[in-house]
Nanobody, 115 residues
Framework: QVQLVESGGGLVQAGGSLRLSCAAS????????MGWFRQAPGKEREFVAS????????TYADSVKGRFTISRDNAKNTIYLQMNSLKPEDTAVYYC????????WGQGTQVTVSS
């Protein structure tokens, strides 16, 4: 069974950067679109970014466009989310997702941006 394990979350000041990673088990990783979602306290889980299996196509939420970059390394079964110019409103639990629609979720990693 495929497992997704996120890492890289933490506390950062506004304007700072963090890089999230999501490592996947399983041999079919490269055939899946992968993505990042986030959920702030009291809010619905929302889409952040996605990347096609080959890495050739990426999509971003308007709220993170120009600040976040999604990438993947299929040799390492890992995707990344580079987050720059972080804002307090980026504070949330960030979840890695596999598939569109999502067939598997990671356990989440907390990102807290202080003002």
């Amino acid at each position: 069974q495929v497992q997704l394990v996120e890492s890289g979350g933490g506390l950062v000041q506004a304007g700072g950067s963090l890089r999230l990673s999501c490592a996947a088990s399983g041999r079919t990783f490269s055939s899946y679109t992968m993505g990042w979602f986030r959920q702030a306290p009291g809010k619905e889980r929302e889409f952040v970014a996605s990347i096609s299996g080959s890495g050739g196509r990426t999509t971003y939420a308007d709220s993170v466009k120009g600040r976040f970059t999604i990438s993947r390394d299929n040799a390492k079964n890992t995707i990344y989310l580079q987050m720059n110019s972080l804002k307090p409103e980026d504070t949330a639990v960030y979840y890695c997702s596999m598939g569109r629609p999502t067939v598997r979720w990671g356990q989440g990693t907390q990102v807290t941006v202080s003002s």
